[in-house]
């Protein structure tokens, strides 16, 4: 793969040194890639790989062209968070090893604009100070209020859920402990169009808990726990209507996914059995709001949905795309509101895929870039 190195990307910070026998170049297994379109109109692909991140760069809103990929270095990280603000930033969280048994922290950085470096990797720390405790800590989600301010999730030793915020002044406040017990580490942060955030953590006992915050980079508050067990790693959330989030994953037992409102049942919508993580995208199709989803199979198989938004229970029907990938696959609107699929090829090449013109979702084949 000719991956090269991104300049100025790491001002502060020397990139992690690979275990022995990893390939610094092929994306981290598991994690698939991330779909972003910037301010600019154009959309990046990022995907981790044991020394960096790799970034692929739509050249124009409206072409098929694109750089990369371009492999920037990151301190060492084993699991990276990213989201984008309403502003178009996208925001990177990582859980940092300086070695396998070493000090661990949680480090952020930004891209403020499209294929520019990003900033240094700041340390936002890690709520435990003994170091073997510290060790214990997962892998951060995070969050961006409307006003820009990050928010970083994680899970402890014992099980405990914390939070750290961004300040308006650009300094992080304290770890602020949100009392949750028993906690797994894979949770669901979705910052609504207003500016709250919600959170939501499975537990080891086949429940799922929820926070949600009172008003926007406000306190999270308690609500009650919602009888779910999603599958390790298959969690994803997405706003559906103002302030309103609809929540996707996959059944442990039967592998077929499953939708929820808070609030509301829980909707059987087939389509399993899922591997990683579930794409959610709320897009218009032919005039109408529609979720379109789409997941891999353990064969490698892409699946593709689409339904009214919030009427999952009036019919959704999933199709094999004929695409194959390495990683789960992501989802996302390109310039002119289509949708653009991006996967990985088993070595590690990006792979999109873009909406048709026919009416519905028909999506063309994809191309390597």
């Keep these: 793969m000719g991956a090269r190195s991104g300049r100025g990307a790491m001002r502060a910070e020397r990139p992690g040194a690979a275990a022995p026998g990893e390939d610094v170049t092929r994306p981290a297994a598991g994690e698939g890639v991330r779909l972003l379109l910037g301010r600019d109109h154009r959309l990046t692909a990022i995907a981790r790989t044991a020394n960096g991140l790799l970034r692929w760069v739509q050249r124009r809103p409206d072409g098929a062209d694109w750089e990369g990929p371009e492999l920037i270095a990151t301190p060492r990280l ?86 750290r915020q961004e300040a308006a002044d650009g300094q992080w406040r304290s770890w602020n402990a ?6 797994r580490g ?122 009214a938004t919030e009427n999952e229970a009036g019919g959704l029907w999933w199709a094999p795309t004929g695409e194959r990938s390495a990683g789960p696959p992501a989802l996302a609107r390109d310039a002119y509101g289509r949708v653009v699929m991006a996967t990985l090829g088993d070595e590690g090449d990006l792979r999109i895929a873009v909406q048709s013109g026919e009416p519905g979702l028909v999506m063309g084949p994809s191309r390597r870039v």
């Excluded at 060790?135 to 961006?144: C, F, L, M, N, Y």
Aim: proline content about 7%; hydrophobic content about 40%; overall charge neutral.
């Design 78 to 163: 084993t699991g990276l968070s990213v989201t984008q603000g309403a502003d178009g930033f996208v925001h990177f969280a990582g859980r940092r090893e300086t070695e396998p048994g070493g000090t661990v922290a949680v480090v952020q950085a930004v891209q403020y604009q499209t294929g520019r470096p990003l900033t240094r990797w700041r340390s936002t720390g890690n709520p435990h100070k003994e170091p073997e405790r510290a060790r214990s800590v997962t892998d951060p989600g995070i969050a961006v209020s409307a006003a820009g301010l990050v928010h970083v999730f994680l899970v402890r030793a014992g099980g405990g859920v914390m939070m």
């Design 178 to 183: 949100l009392k949750g017990q028993l906690a």
């Design 186 to 307: 894979d949770l669901a942060a979705v910052a609504s169009a207003s500016g709250r955030i919600e959170l939501l953590v499975p537990d080891t006992r086949g429940r799922t808990m929820r926070w949600q915050q009172s008003e926007p980079d406000g306190e999270m508050v308690r609500c009650p726990n919602i009888h779910i067990a999603p599958g390790a790693g298959t969690l994803v959330g997405l706003e559906t209507a103002a302030d309103r989030v609809s929540y996707y994953w996959a059944d442990p037992a039967t592998g077929s996914v499953l939708a929820h409102r808070p609030g509301e049942w829980v909707i059987p919508l087939g389509g399993g059995p899922v591997d990683g993580r579930i794409a959610a995208l709320r897009v218009a199709l032919d005039g109408y709001d529609c979720t379109v989803l789409a997941h891999r199979t353990p064969e490698g198989d892409v699946m593709l949905a689409a339904c």
